[in-house]
């Protein structure tokens, strides 16, 4: 949907602008986020409450892993983002457009690589309420925060809207 708010308010060619570096930012974030995930079943084997601090140190440690993998997809895209665009896309035009928009959602990528551990965690508590809530207070915050950057700030606005409902 909102690639056709973007093309709807400013055009078909925003759309690919903002396409490529929301695709970037989501692939990493699955990949940092995968990687704990992928380890989070150990806490299975945790759950007697003799070895319920093990538990809380497993998942702190997670979630650790989780903020520094993000602080590094961070670090990797304000340091040598524009030269792997280049490297990748061999276009200076279409870099100069889309690596704006990858710094924005790299605020993005940090915030939505954090949520799948809480998420598993409540779920796995019987609290699935929690986290649809939440995903839909983010959907709703998305479409609020479009309507005023949108028109404000174009298809940069659109990579706020969604630093900022994910915050």
Same mark, same amino acid.
């Given at each position: 949907?909102?690639?056709?708010?973007?093309? @709807?308010?400013?055009?078909?060619?925003?759309?690919?602008?903002?396409?490529?570096?929301?695709?970037?930012?989501?692939?990493?974030?699955?990949?940092?986020?995968?990687?704990?995930?992928?380890?989070?079943?150990?806490?299975? *084997?945790?759950?007697?409450?003799?070895?319920?601090?093990?538990?809380?140190?497993?998942?702190?440690?997670?979630?650790? @892993?989780?903020?520094?993998?993000?602080?590094?997809?961070?670090?990797?895209?304000?340091?040598?983002?524009?030269?792997?665009?280049?490297?990748?896309?061999?276009?200076?035009?279409?870099?100069?457009?889309?690596?704006?928009?990858?710094?924005?959602? *790299?605020?993005?990528?940090?915030?939505?690589?954090?949520?799948?551990?809480?998420?598993?965690?409540?779920? *796995?508590?019987?609290?699935?309420?929690?986290?649809?809530?939440?995903?839909?207070?983010?959907?709703?915050?998305?479409?609020?925060?479009?309507?005023?950057?949108?028109?404000?700030?174009?298809?940069?606005?659109?990579?706020?809207?969604?630093?900022?409902?994910? @915050?």
């Amino acid at each position: 949907g909102l690639n056709l708010i973007i093309a @709807a308010y400013i055009s078909l060619k925003a759309v690919t602008y903002f396409s490529i570096p929301q695709s970037l930012v989501i692939k990493a974030a699955g990949g940092i986020s995968m990687l704990t995930l992928s380890l989070f079943p150990l806490s299975t *084997s945790l759950l007697t409450k003799e070895m319920f601090p093990k538990l809380k140190k497993l998942i702190l440690w997670l979630q650790v @892993a989780v903020f520094a993998g993000g602080l590094f997809g961070v670090g990797v895209i304000f340091s040598v983002g524009r030269s792997l665009l280049m490297l990748w896309l061999g276009d200076a035009e279409l870099v100069s457009h889309i690596y704006p928009l990858l710094q924005i959602l *790299s605020a993005w990528l940090f915030l939505i690589a954090m949520t799948p551990m809480p998420t598993a965690i409540l779920e *796995s508590m019987n609290y699935p309420g929690t986290t649809s809530f939440f995903a839909l207070l983010t959907v709703v915050l998305e479409f609020v925060f479009l309507i005023f950057f949108l028109p404000r700030f174009g298809v940069s606005g659109a990579a706020y809207a969604l630093s900022a409902s994910a @915050a």
